[in-house]
Structure formats: C-alpha cells, structure tokens
C-alpha cells in the first residue's frame, strides 16, 4: 500500500496558485519526500524533494509541516500544461534500497 | 541528450512467447528500476538495481526476471508472458547511491499488449 494519502483530483484556474496536499503520517526519520508528475501520454518528471525543510526549485516550492507528516507542493502560477497527474512518494535514506511505492496521485486539472 | 531509452516502444505478443524490454541510459547513473502503470493501480515497482550485479525485488515481480550486467543497460524479461502482464511499462535511472535524495529519470514508456 502507498505510504502517502492525496486527494484523487484537483481543480485550478490558470493563472493562480495550487496547492497540493499529501500526508504521509507513518513516514520515518529518514524519508525524502518526492514529487512527481506525469503529463498525458508521458513518463513521469521530477518536480522537486526535500527531507524536513522547505525547498525551491524553478518548477515549484515544498512545504514541509514541522511534525513531516504531511506536505503541500505549491505550483505558484498554474498554467495549462501544469494539468497532470502529480504524484507525492516517500524514498527511504537509512534504508537505501527500499522498495518505492507511488501510489495513485491527484489528477490536476487547470482551467483556462 | 542526458536521457533514458526503451525498446520497443509498442509491442503486441500472445501467450508464452518469451521477450525482452530494453532500458538504456546514457548518464553513467548507479540506480535503475522497472516500473508498470495500471489504470486505477498507478505506478508499481517490479525490480530496481543500486548498481552492476546488484537487482531486487520490488512491489510486483512476480513474473519479470532483470540483469544488470553493464552500467548503462537494465533489460526486464518476461519468459512467459500472460495477459495480466499486459500493462504500460517505465524505466527509470537516478545518480549516485540512489533515488532517495536523487531525481529519477523516467524513459518514454513501453506499451505491452499479452494476448
């Protein structure tokens, strides 16, 4: 079973920003939190991962709550081609070959 | 162009005969894994390998063999393929000692039709 919980779906006018959730209330110390999308028709992108604090990237930030046991990716000015599947995942760091689950995402949709 | 690439892109088989997917990537990265996307299951894990001679299982292997004799080069084989194993199947690659704090790099995909 995946070790994070996401809404199924998600909308969004284009333009404005997005805010994903995800829990993930059983994750361990040493956890990255990764996110992921995958666009129609496409393998899944690297969107950005963090560990406990904040983090930046040109894609998109991730907010990390105090207690890790749950996250927000933050898409800051959603465009039309941000509408994908977006996949929020725990990758063991102790444990470096744990299995990775994904689990099933939210479908974000943007409208125009 | 850093990237991950499979073979073949499409493929339409029956029952029993034996075949092989290809994955190559051309970033000298460590890590490599196997995945299959069902619709309603997302993204399953079949085997991954943290380097040469190096695979495990993942979530779903049952079914799939894999070697990993060269760096670059990481085939999922199905000796006797059945139509449940009929599915959209992602290479992936990550750097250094592994994904966790590493991007993954997925290939383009690998539609398998079992009939």
Not at chain 1, 39 to 58: A, D, F, K, M, W
Not at chain 2, 33 to 50: A, E, F, N, V
């Amino acid at each position: 079973d995946a070790k994070t919980t996401q809404p199924n779906s998600m909308e969004s006018n284009e333009e404005e920003p997005v805010h994903l959730p995800c829990n993930h209330s059983t994750i361990s110390g040493t956890d990255y939190i990764h996110w992921y999308r995958q666009l129609p028709s496409q393998g899944p992108e690297y969107v950005i991962h963090g560990l406990t604090s904040n983090v930046n990237n040109r894609m998109a930030s991730l907010a990390i709550a105090e207690d890790r046991k749950s996250s927000t990716l933050i898409l800051h000015r959603a465009t039309l081609r941000d509408a994908a599947v977006y996949y929020c995942i725990l990758i063991g760091g102790a444990n470096r070959d744990d299995k990775i689950i994904f689990g099933k995402g939210t479908r974000l949709h943007i409208l125009p | 162009e850093a990237q991950v690439t499979q073979n073949p892109r499409y493929l339409i088989t029956v029952t029993g005969k034996k075949l092989t997917v290809t994955c190559s990537q051309n970033m000298n990265h460590e890590y490599m894994s196997w995945y299959r996307q069902d619709p309603g299951l997302g993204l399953r894990q079949i085997y991954y390998s943290m380097n040469v001679e190096a695979t495990d299982k993942g979530d779903v292997p049952e079914g799939y063999k894999v070697s990993r004799k060269e760096k670059r080069n990481f085939p999922l084989i199905l000796e006797s393929p059945s139509p449940n194993q009929t599915s959209l199947y992602f290479c992936a690659s990550s750097p250094g000692p592994g994904p966790s704090n590493n991007e993954q790099f997925f290939g383009p995909g690998t539609r398998l039709t079992v009939l």
